[in-house]
């Protein structure tokens, strides 16, 4: 049985990801829908997310807390218990602000907590370096493959019966999991398996505390990961919560554009694991550039996207984009386990984690302003293919590194 603990930890981290992570992710389809209750712009919408990236970000040095001081469950009922109440209150929003509070600060804050550093300390417990990268693909794949669901379910529902039932829905469908985590054996879990890469588990009760937060802040790799983390999600969340919009702009009607979303959603856990597969077996430095080029080449194939007849660019911006979207988050959070694994990890991963929210708000954020300031999406792609770019020389130093700390 204990052979398959591992996996079990895995398909825990990806159903978690899916109650909390692929809803929120889910909000490209509720823009036009959002934009229309409120009278509000672009800008003002696409803001929601920003902040939902924004706090999951910033709050990740205090979900690490929660983790290194107060364990594994109290992080995850923590967790769950915020993305429940903060659904559940966005269904009942009468102002834009409230949508603000839950959908950006609450939900950001919930799923941050069951979702990256929650993924990287407990995997990292239980699978050996060569395997890691995978098993935090499968975990970290649970955003592509629930918006699989999440995406046509919430378009169905928004059409249906409104935005407000859709986040109803959602809240009652996340709350079965707060009961099962409250009775999990998490001080069994927590201590992870004896000969992995990382033992966090069994080296904090040995005092082992690892690299300290000051340690760690102090040298280039941190700052590397962290700018892989931010420069990445500029990239990404730039264009991401505008897709639907620009599609729809272009003349896609609403379920073959949503359609298409969906299965970009389906691609990014193959991508998440097919890159993750090939980084593991060596090729870590290659499989960043790789990611990186692919979604850079989806970036431009949705620039030609001109009409409803372009299916084909349409469909390449899925098979590049969506196959490569979320491909970097695993990558960076495997070198960050192999490199800081200890008593403090659960704080430094936070740290780096910052990255990633900041960045995410700040793409979000500029490409909705710079959709309103143009009229357009020119402006937008341009400033998303550069984030990338930069990106990748980031990623790209410290994947090199550890080739050749693996190769002394």
Known sequence: MTRFVPWLLVALCFVLGVASRSIADSFPVFVPALERAFAANRGDITIIYSFTLLVGGISGPL???????????????????????????????????????????????????????????????????????VALAVAWSATGVGTMLTIPLAQYMIVGSGWRHAYLVFSIASVVFVPLLLVLPWRRIALGATGTASGQGRQHAAGDAGPTVGQAVREWPFWALTFSFALTSIGIFSILPQAMSYLLERGMAGGHAASALAVAGFLTPLGMVGFSWLADRGGRRLAAILAYGCSIAGVGALALVRGPGDDLFLWLYVLLFGGSQGSRGPMISTLATLRYRGANFGRIYGMIGIGMGLGGFFGAWVGGLLHDLTGGYAAVMIFSACALLLAAASLGSEAGARERLTTR
Request: cysteine-free; overall charge positive; proline content about 1%.
């Open 63 to 133: 979900n690490g807390w929660i983790l290194d001081r107060l364990g594994l469950r109290a992080l995850t009922v923590f967790g769950m218990g915020l993305v429940v109440l903060a659904l559940f209150a966005a269904s009942h929003a009468t102002a834009l602000w409230q949508l603000y509070a839950t959908l950006g600060v609450m939900l950001g804050f919930g799923g941050a907590s069951v979702s990256g550093v929650l993924s990287a300390s407990l995997l990292g417990r239980w699978f050996p370096a060569r395997r890691l990268g």
